[in-house]
């Protein structure tokens, strides 16, 4: 069904290969080898070269990996397997720094919330935080506490559970790992879209051709619009696929100024 080229081959297996090796093992290798917050006591510099071959589960590994398989070939036979192999690499780091940086400002602000709560409990700003922060816990609950801390602001066992909240909120965002390849998979995409622009590609839904230029626009467009407009639950590292996009930009047009040309 696919022709593989040596060095998608290798990716795949790669990739297939840890994911089942962390499911046999029942060991998180993401706790070790995904990016973590600069400043957490999980943070090690070699995270911005392993996360990029850890996936969190099937459904992700598949979705990156379909993207490899599919537009990967084109591109190492026209660049041959090495500067591919170099275009994921550099694409992936690059895209798991830029993260970094975000990520870095994001949860700064995170503990600058929960120090300044910390020395100054009071139910505003504690309706304040964990609104600001929610994505991952039941507002129902957390709701319904608040009611009754508006309620007794002075109750000292209030007080002492709304500290412990916010702690374990701030905790818990500080030590959610990045994994995934798909900073390098969007790179993959917009290098395919500069160099076949024109190609026609059958959607599944709706099942209508369009052109790798048109497609890889609006999954640009797409990414930007779901950083800027986060849902409650959404844990998708938006940032780092726009990054890849970034990078792969990048490198693309040096390489042209080097040559003339993309390739």
Do not use: C
Not at 6 to 13: F, G, R
Not at 56 to 66: C, I, P, Q, R, T
Not at 160 to 169: F, L, P, R, W, Y
């Amino acid at each position: 069904m696919f022709n593989l080229t040596p060095m998608v081959k290798k990716i795949l297996i790669i990739n297939v290969a840890l994911l089942a090796l962390g499911s046999l093992l029942n060991f998180n290798l993401s706790a070790i080898f995904g990016v973590h917050y600069i400043f957490s006591d999980s943070f090690y510099i070699f995270q911005y070269v392993t996360y990029m071959w850890l996936h969190a589960g099937f459904g992700h590994l598949f979705s990156n990996m379909l993207a490899v398989i599919v537009f990967g070939p084109m591109l190492e036979r026209v660049w041959g397997s090495k500067r591919f192999l170099t275009f994921y690499l550099i694409t992936g780091i690059g895209a798991g720094l830029l993260f970094g940086v975000a990520d870095t400002i994001e949860k700064g602000n995170l503990k600058s919330d929960m120090e300044s709560y910390m020395s100054h409990p009071n139910p505003e700003d504690f309706y304040k935080y964990i609104h600001e922060y929610k994505s991952r816990y039941d507002m129902v609950a957390l709701g319904d506490f608040a009611d009754k801390y508006y309620d007794d602001a002075t109750n000292s066992s209030y007080i002492e559970q709304s500290v412990t909240v916010v702690n374990q909120i701030y905790e818990d965002l500080s030590n959610i790992p990045m994994v995934g390849a798909s900073g390098a998979v969007f790179g993959i995409l917009l290098a395919f879209a500069m160099l076949f622009p024109n190609t026609e590609l059958l959607l599944l839904i709706p099942p209508m051709p369009v052109k790798a230029k048109y497609l890889v626009l609006f999954y640009g467009l797409y990414e930007l619009y779901s950083e800027i407009n986060r849902s409650t639950g959404d844990n998708v590292a938006h940032l780092a696929h726009l990054s890849g996009m970034l990078i792969a930009y990048i490198l693309l047009k040096y390489w042209q100024q080097k040559r003339g040309n993309f390739y």
